[in-house]
């Protein structure tokens, strides 16, 4: 290599180098401005939230608010599970078995997004032809197992992580 | 030309550096001075002295003062006390939190969760003077920065409790402070050793505690302190080792054009 | 800046070119003549756009969690600092991103003050910075209330108050101005979508002020007169870029230690407390920056009088090229100027020191001669030693040495010479 070359080499490196150091001091530069956005430290602490469920009666359900957005927790009697798990796979827009949909051993508990998959409104419980859910804005009717039967919506509700923190409460999250 | 630039310069900076400490530390030169941890380049927080100056905050200065802007879990969060999950949730748990309107629209108490903010001590600012004879105990999540000596003044106040100079008349519920503006205060001297029994079996003294509390409400004014030194110090060295690229090339252009400037 | 000579290399480029020609401003941009003498002086108009977009950028990113809201902005800003990721960084660089984008202004105007960049045929280029630097403090005025503490409510209520002192329709003007019978959530609210909106009026009064710095091209050192192009120019990318990098990357080393290390240090400690309308802090003080035109204003025992001072410290300056007699341009060649120059950098510096006092005793004194001194240089000074001064020999060009007075008259310019 003659030396016009190696100076030429040895210059170029030095540009190359620089620009590179550069680009990732420019990168660590962009990434606090796209993080801040993302969730923050309050927003994730609310992230899980802990229901008290040792006063709902079979039959009974409430509604809680997990990230804002409600939460369904229904305990349903022998009769309303024995009747969702009586469905035929065939029957449903979109087939889910209801032991799927509830936790091993907790067969009572079904835990659920209240949100119509359609386009986001809040089904009324206990209303409705399937004897679940009734979604007052399109007309989407939901079972005892919080699976679509009838209606525009094309999914059923969503279940949402969850976990039996003990026999009495309930971890959203 | 260089002549000029390097004279004027430093009596510029000579300048800048006469009117920054005056302008800017203010009647620091009259307090107690400590050579805290978290001072300096590399400061960092004493995790023990944190959690003894929680224990200081909670059983003797929460009963007036509030520290509206922490949250319990942030006693967890790295950068700080460090208390464990369990420490935290049990920490949150042992005050009872308004919360509410239930279905009912009644409003309703329930254990502490890690995620609530520190519970006020009174529902109000005027609920909290009127109950401290008509002085307000300043809510503590910032002040240490809201006060010029920062750390040291609060250090000081605390250990400022002399004896009442003779000739110094103070009224009822005023107190005699060396470092305090004014030398009077409505704050009776809140530490007395043994006042509280650290749980990790330090010597509660007075000096202890007054270091302890003044630590942990440092973090709780700047809870970022640690994550923002290891910050600067990386982005410093990466400045300097950016600008000897940039020079070298600045050079080596420059070497193109005769010199004769 | 007339020359279409430039084709861009692809055909793409060219189609595009063709309709918008920023390919053709970009190598305007990349070739411009620059003197090849500027020295680090010169580097702060760069360092001051990194800080103008900086402000923006960071800025824009606190205004997604921002509460305008009396009872809310310092909770807000607290919220920022503990849970937002980066919160502490983004507001930090923000704070501290506003005292160095003065510290740099200054430094900037300084300059311009040494070596008579001002004087023919820059005067609007000096016009138009002097827009953005009457822009700068209100928005730095208007952003420093945000935060609602008590130097911002306090602050916001003297400076507000003043219009007041404006005869007959003082009193209308100020309730306007607050939206309120005091500074409250009104005039909150008002000041943050102003503070929001006046850095877009202040970057497009940049591309104004660039563009009329690109007609006669950079003044230099020697404050001559430089054929562009020339063996004595350089081309912008990349002699000066790389310099401007240099010099931008030192400047972050100061910022960052602010940013990192001390990120207080700079402001008022009562900010820190929240706003009270019925508690004043023992001494109201403006940010730093704004100290010299506080000391001012002070200064005059009348209200309006005080106030007609302070806007016209900085309204003189508007005809500073005019008031400058010279025909010398750069104060390396004017040893008398040169002596008034560093006593007006002094005296500033000391005016600045007096704003942070309090308004009495020999601080109040020094405050009254500095005032009268300020407008002494302006209206006094400049005129008559511009005039009177022997000035000492020019060079005709920048590449040949710089003699010293006396020893070679034939480099000397000549006394009736324009540069």
């Known amino acids: 290599m003659s030396k016009e070359e190696k100076k030429v080499n040895r210059r170029d490196f030095l540009f190359t180098a620089s620009y590179t150091v550069g680009a990732v001091g420019l990168g660590a530069v962009v990434w606090p401005l796209v993080h801040q956005m993302n969730p923050d430290k309050a927003q994730k602490a609310l992230a899980t939230t802990e229901v008290d469920i040792s006063n709902i009666e079979p039959g009974k359900s409430i509604t809680v608010l997990w990230r804002g957005k409600p939460v369904f927790l229904k305990r349903r009697t022998q009769e309303e599970i024995a009747e969702a798990r009586s469905v035929s796979l065939n029957d449903l827009p979109d087939p889910q078995k209801d032991e799927e949909r509830v936790k091993n051993g907790k067969d009572e508990w079904l835990v659920m997004l209240g949100v119509c998959t359609h386009l986001g409104c809040v089904p009324l419980k206990d209303k409705g032809d399937y004897k679940g859910w009734f979604c007052p804005c399109h007309g989407s009717h939901y079972d005892l197992s919080g699976r679509i039967r ?24 | 030309m260089k002549k000029f630039n390097l004279k004027k310069l430093t009596f ?220 600067g110090i990386k982005v410093i060295i990466y400045l300097i080792l950016l600008s000897i690229l940039v020079y070298f090339s600045m050079k080596k252009i420059w070497s193109r054009v005769d010199p004769k400037v | 800046m007339s020359d279409h000579e430039y084709t861009p290399k692809s055909k793409a480029g060219k189609w595009f070119n063709d309709r918008l020609p920023l390919l053709t401003l970009s190598a305007h941009l990349s070739d411009y003549p620059t003197p090849k003498n500027l020295n680090y002086w010169w580097t702060f108009g760069g360092i001051l756009t990194f800080c103008l977009l900086t402000q923006i950028i960071t800025g824009v990113v606190l205004a997604m969690h921002y509460v305008a809201q009396a009872d809310l902005a310092f909770a807000s800003v607290e919220h920022i600092m503990r849970d937002v990721n980066y919160g502490w960084l983004i507001r930090y660089i923000h704070s501290n991103g506003a005292s ?217 300056l508007f005809v500073l090229p005019w008031l400058d007699t010279s025909k010398v341009r750069s104060a390396v060649f004017r040893p008398i100027y040169r002596q008034f120059y560093w006593i007006f950098v002094i005296n500033v510096l000391m005016l600045g020191y007096m704003g942070a006092m309090p308004a009495e005793g020999t601080y109040l004194i020094l405050a009254r001669v500095g005032t009268i001194y300020y407008f002494l240089h302006f209206i006094v000074v400049l005129p008559v030693v511009g005039l009177l001064e022997k000035t000492d020999p020019v060079p005709t060009s920048i590449s040949e040495p710089v003699l010293s007075s006396g020893s070679a008259p034939s480099l000397a310019k000549k006394d009736n010479e324009k540069i």
Not at chain 3, 171 to 191: C, H, K, M, Q
Not at chain 3, 201 to 209: E, R, S, T, Y
Not at chain 3, 235 to 257: E, N, Q, R, S
């Open chain 2, 12 to 231: 510029l900076v000579f300048i800048m550096i006469v009117f920054i400490n005056p302008l800017y530390s203010a009647e620091s030169s009259d307090l107690l001075k400590i050579k805290w941890s978290f001072k300096g380049l590399t400061g960092k927080f004493d995790r023990a002295s944190l959690q003894r100056g929680f224990q200081v905050y909670k059983e003797v200065c929460s009963s007036c003062h509030s520290m509206q802007y922490l949250s319990y879990r942030n006693l967890g969060e790295a950068g700080g006390p460090e208390f464990s999950t369990e420490e935290v949730k049990a920490i949150a748990a042992s005050v009872e939190i308004e919360d509410g309107p239930d279905s009912q629209g009644e409003m309703f108490t329930r254990p502490g969760r890690p995620s609530d903010k520190f519970k006020s001590p009174y529902p109000n600012v005027n609920a909290s003077i009127a109950a401290n004879g008509g002085a307000y105990p300043p809510d503590m999540s910032v002040l240490v920065k809201a006060r010029p000596g920062g750390a040291d003044y609060i250090y000081s106040v605390l250990m400022g409790y002399n004896e009442t100079p003779a000739g110094m008349s103070l009224d009822d519920g005023v107190y005699y402070n060396k470092y305090m503006v004014g030398n009077k205060i409505k704050m009776a001297a809140p530490l007395s050793d043994g006042i509280v029994e650290y749980t990790d079996g330090s010597e509660p003294t007075v000096d202890q505690m007054a270091k302890d509390v003044t630590t942990f409400l440092t973090w709780a004014a700047e809870p970022e302190l640690e994550e923002r030194h290891k910050m």
């Open chain 3, 100 to 316: 160095m984008f003065f510290l740099a202004v200054y430094i900037h105007i300084f300059r311009s003050l040494f070596y008579g960049s001002y004087k023919s045929p820059r005067e609007i280029i000096w016009i138009t910075g002097l827009i953005i630097y009457l822009l700068m403090m209100a928005t730095a005025f208007m952003g420093y209330v945000l935060p609602w503490g008590q130097m911002s409510f306090w602050g916001a209520t003297v400076i507000t108050n003043l219009f007041s002192a404006i005869p007959l329709v003082g009193e209308s003007i100020t309730t306007w101005l607050w939206g309120a019978y005091s500074v409250d959530n009104p005039t909150l609210n008002r000041f943050f979508s102003l503070h929001y909106l006046l850095p877009f009026l202040i970057l497009g009064l940049v591309i104004l002020h660039i563009w009329a710095l690109h007609v006669p091209g950079n003044n230099n050192p020697v404050g001559i007169e430089i054929k562009k192009p020339s063996k004595d120019t350089v081309p912008f990318h990349p002699y000066i870029t790389v310099k401007d990098a240099f010099a931008l990357l030192m400047f972050m080393v100061i910022f960052a230690g602010f940013v990192f290390f001390s990120p207080n240090v700079l402001g008022h400690s009562d900010n820190y407390i929240p706003a009270n309308p019925l508690v004043t802090p023992s001494h109201i003080v403006p940010e730093w920056y704004l100290l010299p035109f506080y000391a001012i204003l002070r200064s005059v025992p009348d209200k309006l009088g005080g106030v007609i001072l302070m806007f016209g410290a900085i309204f003189i």
């Open chain 1, 150 to 173: 009838k209606g525009p919506a094309p999914k059923n509700m969503e279940i949402p992580k969850y976990e039996f923190v003990d026999s009495n409460t309930i971890k959203i999250g």
